[in-house]
């Protein structure tokens, strides 16, 4: 099989690897049909990630099961499941407290996409082995298109995470959204659909900017700090000035997400965030866990996260394709089930 390598600056090509086989009663094969590159991906391939190639690229997708152990009972072959971006084992004390990014069986950092924790391949691979198929594989709601739900396994279900908790606790916060690519404009139209009285967009990107309006958002291209205007700010740009930028513009005892990824240092206004109370949160996200609540929103017909789909793209035409400058591409390939589909 091929695996999508990243083996240089702006630069994949598929490398044959040996198909994956399972290794336990725990595992699945599954086979991606709709996958998509993660906000991340565009930094990697721009030469800002901090892992050297080659790696095999690509941890957001929808996929086919293809195989699975005798143990496995959550989902069986033919099936469409969102794989999510973190191997974890379901049954560690992390896991078992929903810190399923922090799983103690695999070590820190286990990922597809970028072999921080191991290697564990990329979802723009033609096979991947999945090691804790009940515990990772969430089957794909019916009715839910695989092409617009691909980002579900990242982006998507982390947007859900950045403001939908936040949203329920303080129903019609003001939202400050600070982005540069998908998760912005996810974060915009799930804001809308949960109740926020405003949201404010920016963005340099006009593109991106008639995007958040479709989802009601007034936008711009940068602003001035704007002191105490805002219950909830995201910042989604890893650029620690535009982090700076989101704090300074919370009211008192605002909360700020960050989706991280600051690949270069900088600093933030420590004695501003202090005179007005500002709660910071940067994590990785422990995105299983909340998968389903994001499906579920998706499923509700409330939100329309096909609109950020900017390509579909034959999965042939990864290697040319991925490096040019999309917001959210998702490469498909034929999905006909097996004959043995349940
Ligand atoms: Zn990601
Ligand atoms: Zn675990």
Not at 78 to 102: F, K, M, Q, Y
Not at 117 to 145: K, T
Request: hydrophobic share 45%; with cysteine; net charge negative.
């Amino acid at each position: 099989m091929r695996e999508l390598t990243y083996v240089a600056r702006h630069s994949v090509e598929w490398r044959e690897a040996p198909d994956p086989k399972l290794r336990s009663d725990q595992e699945a094969i599954v086979a991606p049909v709709a996958a998509t590159s993660c906000d991340v991906d565009s930094a990697i391939l721009a030469g800002h990630g901090f892992i050297d190639p080659p790696f095999a690229l690509g941890h957001e997708c929808v996929a086919r099961v293809v195989d699975i152990g005798d143990a496995v009972t959550s989902v069986v072959p033919g099936e469409l499941v969102v794989v999510p971006w973190s191997i974890n084992c379901g049954d560690c004390e992390h896991c078992r407290s929903g810190l399923t990014a922090h799983c103690t069986a695999v070590p820190h950092m286990a990922m597809y996409g970028a072999p921080i924790g191991g290697s564990w391949g990329g979802l723009f691979s033609d096979l991947v082995r999945v090691p804790y198929a009940d515990a990772m594989l969430v089957p794909l709601p019916e009715g839910l298109d695989p092409v617009a739900m691909a980002s579900a396994s990242d982006n998507w279900s982390l947007s859900w995470r950045l403001v939908a908790p936040h949203l329920k606790a303080r129903p019609g916060a003001r939202v400050l959204v600070v982005a540069r690519g998908s998760i912005g404009l996810y974060v915009c139209d799930i804001a809308r659909a949960l109740g926020a009285s405003s949201v404010l967009y920016v963005d340099p990107d006009p593109e991106h900017r008639a995007l958040a309006r479709s989802y009601g958002a007034s936008t711009a291209a940068s602003i001035e700090p704007m002191p105490h205007a805002f219950d909830l700010a995201v910042e989604a740009t890893g650029r620690v000035d535009q982090l700076a930028l989101a704090v300074k513009s919370l009211a008192p005892e605002g909360i700020c997400e960050s989706a991280g990824n600051h690949f270069r240092p900088g600093e933030l206004p420590l004695l501003d965030m202090y005179l007005t109370g500002v709660t910071l949160r940067v994590a990785r996200d422990n995105v299983r866990n909340h998968i389903p609540d994001a499906l579920e929103l998706a499923a509700s017909g409330k939100v329309a996260p096909e609109r950020v789909v900017s390509h579909v793209i034959d999965w042939e035409q990864l290697p040319d394709a991925l490096p040019g400058k999309h917001l959210k591409p998702v490469f498909v390939r034929d999905t006909t089930p097996p004959s043995t589909a349940g």
